[in-house]
């Protein structure tokens, strides 16, 4: 099983920075996708960011070019940075790592960490 902590949450005001980091009990070298997503109340959960194995990524399009995605392999470290906030952005934002394998018996697992709030003011 993949556990996965979050750090680097907190309140901040609108346009300002943020950064996320997940870290990962497994090497995210061989996880074949991390990823952030959040949920706002009254919402659904939903994908913010996505960087697989061989360093591609993808993003919601309300992110809008403002967050930018990366890993540190050599930390088990996916990091989101966050720029130009805004109040819609409040949520709780969670770690996700996807694990993907198997021959004889595939499987396909998500992992998910404890979730941590960002909050951003007008």
């Known amino acids: 099983q993949v556990q996965l902590v979050e750090s680097g949450g907190g309140l901040v005001q609108s346009g300002g920075s943020l950064s996320l980091s997940c870290e990962s009990s497994?090497?995210?070298?061989?996880?074949?996708?991390m990823g952030w997503y959040r949920q706002a109340p009254g919402k659904e959960r939903e994908l913010v960011a996505t960087?697989?194995?061989?360093?591609?990524?993808n993003y919601a399009d309300f992110v809008k070019g403002r967050f930018t995605i990366s890993r540190d392999n050599a930390k088990n470290t996916v990091t989101l940075q966050m720029n130009s906030l805004k109040p819609e952005d409040t949520a709780v934002y969670y770690c996700?790592?996807?694990?993907?394998?198997?021959?004889?018996?595939?499987?396909?697992?998500?992992?998910w960490g404890q979730g941590i709030q960002v909050t951003v003011s007008s």
């Open positions: 996700n790592a996807r694990v993907v394998g198997g021959s004889v018996s595939p499987y396909d697992y998500h992992y």
């Open positions: 497994e090497s995210i070298f061989s996880i074949y996708a």
């Open positions: 960087i697989f194995s061989g360093g591609t990524t």
